[in-house]
């Protein structure tokens, strides 16, 4: 009896993990800019599910407001019977069946691109152009409440002819027209990033880990392998500095877009857990291969941004999460996240004008910011990082500056025998044997553990206001 009881339980499991939510994305009338979503849980749920869009994008530290372009939600029973999404009433991205008494089957909704674009920054919209739609998943993907960590499987539609091309899982050849891909759950789905035309290219260049580089530039085509060389150089970096790469292959997407409005859009980027999407606007395209010197300029970005796939998103601590949330989480400890991913190609490429850039961001920017304690420029920095940089890049040079600072210690300490390196991997070891964020009081214990040396007194000077 125990026998069969447990055979039985072992199909049901089985079942359940086999469940999967089916996502559909169709980008079919390029005479309007938007696409049509759709997702199927496994079985009906409750008609009171709520459908949630993402409000918080991690590494974005603002308050992204995507469910402002979702229109027309409905909900469908599994007969066909379809019922209008209530948008909830004290302004959550929640939306609810108008008639709660049947199940779900599906949801269906269509986001306008056109509007996202026209209200917020070009490096957070998805966008549509001749020939191109560039989609950032978290900004058209929702869920349904509970169903988050469900399996995914999903088929994006377009045009014949039109390439699709997904982060989630790239491929030299993208498949044309249609294409079906799986992700372990929502929040993958969502940290994923989808090409679809015939306006981009794709390479692929063999690193420590195969990388691609897919490449959309509204006004001609790029030149890519100087990418090609970074990318597999920002490889070799962390691999040397971490002791191991966290993803079997990594793609570069590349988007440059002359912005609606015709003024000039910063160079931006977003990291992802094997990829990162580098925004812009086409004054900085490549045309031809560049100089050696040049190279080494332009390269800190990328092994910021790939480093990043390590640290935050596989080695965090504090209130940051490597998935998308409903509301932004207050984070004490940005300057980690992101100066101490700043420090290491300064330490790599010991670029003199790299320091000098975290000395100037520190120590010559606004009184009010220079009064501000490293934790409460982070809280502050939690939702406007990039709504005024002043307040991002003094935070992430201060992040930096305490890493250099730290990293001449530990050399002169240790007789050259140790340096940041030796931290760095510390703490990626400690979070992949954890499984949990480190809290905001282990942080200055664990960075003492890596070395077993007392960083403590510089740790506690960068707490600090600047004087
Ligand atoms: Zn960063």
């Known amino acids: ?144 409440d509970g169903k988050e960590k469900d399996p995914v499987v999903c088929t994006v539609t377009s045009f014949p002819g039109w390439s699709i091309f997904s982060s989630n899982e790239p491929l030299l ?122 190279i080494t300029a332009t390269i800190p970005t990328i092994i910021h941004h790939m480093a990043h796939s390590l640290l935050p998103l596989r080695c965090y601590g504090d209130h940051y999460r490597p998935y998308v949330l409903e509301i932004p989480p207050i984070i004490n400890h940005i300057w980690f996240n992101e100066g101490f991913m700043w420090f290491l190609p300064y330490d790599t490429l010991k670029l003199e004008r790299m320091k000098k850039r975290f000395v100037d961001n520190v120590y010559h920017t606004a009184p009010q910011i220079k009064q501000l304690s490293l934790q409460e420029l982070s809280q502050l920095a939690s939702t406007m990082y990039g709504t005024d940089f002043r307040i991002g890049t003094s935070l992430y040079s201060r992040g930096a500056l305490m890493a250099l600072e730290m990293n001449e210690y530990l050399l002169q300490v240790s007789a050259g025998s140790k340096s940041m390196k030796d931290v760095f991997r510390y703490l990626y070891q400690w979070s992949k044997q954890n499984k949990r964020p480190f809290t905001l009081e282990e942080l200055p214990l664990l960075l003492n553990q890596s070395c077993q040396i007392d960083l403590g007194k510089i740790y506690a000077k960068w707490q600090l206001p600047i004087q």
Request: one cysteine or more; glycine letters at 8%.
């Open 173 to 294: 050849h993208p498949a044309k027209e249609k294409f079906i891909f799986q992700t372990d759950n929502y929040y993958t789905l969502a940290d994923g990033q989808l090409f679809i035309g015939t306006r981009f290219n794709v390479k692929n260049y063999q690193g420590i880990t195969p990388l691609y580089v897919a490449a959309y530039c509204e006004t001609g085509e790029e030149y890519l392998d100087d990418y090609g060389k970074q990318g597999t150089s920002a490889m070799g970096i962390l691999k040397e500095y971490f002791g191991e790469l966290p993803f079997e292959q990594y793609s570069i997407l590349l988007r440059k877009a002359v912005p609606l409005d015709h003024k000039t859009a910063p160079s931006l980027a977003m990291e992802h857990l094997q990829s990162s999407t580098f925004f812009g606007d086409t004054s900085g395209m490549r045309k031809a291969a560049m100089s050696k010197e040049r």
């Open 1 to 144: 009896m125990k026998k069969w009881f447990g055979i039985f339980l072992f199909i049901c499991c089985s079942l359940a993990s086999q469940a999967q939510t089916k996502y559909t994305l169709a980008y079919t009338d390029s005479a309007v800019a938007y696409v049509n979503i759709s997702l199927q849980p496994a079985a009906p749920v409750k008609g009171s599910t709520a459908f949630v869009m993402p409000r918080s994008i991690p590494g974005s530290y603002s308050i992204s407001l995507y469910d402002q372009f979702v229109e027309d939600v409905y909900a469908f029973t599994a007969a066909g019977q379809k019922i209008p999404m209530l948008e909830d009433g004290n302004d959550a991205p929640r939306w609810y069946a108008a008639d709660s008494s049947l199940p779900i089957h599906l949801i269906s909704y269509r986001v306008n691109l056109g509007k996202m674009e026209n209200r917020i920054s070009l490096a957070d919209a998805s966008i549509t152009r001749s020939g191109f739609a560039g989609i950032l998943n978290y900004s058209v993907f929702g869920w349904l």
